[in-house]
């Protein structure tokens, strides 16, 4: 067997799209956001039972820039008409960072296949 995968596998590999799930177990909410990257920025879909982060979805039909991604301070993502009512708590929004950053390259995406996830635990309560 050939060792080397052929262009049209390597290519598929770069093309195809990250996703991300969010399970926000305090409030019994879940986020699947996927990312496919365009030219300037990404395309963001989020599936969600949460009002809120629905809303948010809907905010961003138009997806995120390169710049959105970079300076988080001055997102669009977190603009209170974006961000809308989704709580500071919320790891969906973290997340949306952390899947846009897997699409550009700026995470491994071996590395995220490696270690599956990352978390909040909560430790001494």
């Known amino acids: ?5 052929s262009w049209r596998t390597h290519h598929l590999l ?7 799930n969010v399970n926000m177990r305090v409030c019994d909410k879940t986020c699947r956001i996927t990312a496919t990257h365009r030219e300037g920025g990404d395309d963001i879909e989020m599936i969600s ?3 809120q982060l ?3 979805a809907a905010a961003l ?4 820039t390169s710049d959105d991604i970079l300076d988080v301070y ?5 603009k209170p008409e974006v961000r809308g009512t989704v709580c500071l708590e919320c790891l969906a929004v973290p997340a949306l960072f952390n899947v846009c950053w897997l699409e550009e390259g700026m995470i491994s995406k071996s590395l995220a296949r490696k270690n ?3 978390s909040v635990d909560f430790d001494e309560i």
Do not use: E, H, L, W
Not at 14 to 20: E, F, R
Not at 74 to 78: C, G
């Open 1 to 5: 067997a050939d060792r080397y995968m």
């Open 116 to 118: 599956k996830f990352n």
């Open 61 to 64: 039909k138009d997806g995120v």
């Open 54 to 56: 629905q809303d948010m």
């Open 14 to 20: 770069i093309t195809m799209p990250s996703t991300v």
């Open 74 to 78: 001055n997102s669009r993502v977190m």
């Open 49 to 51: 039972n949460c009002k």
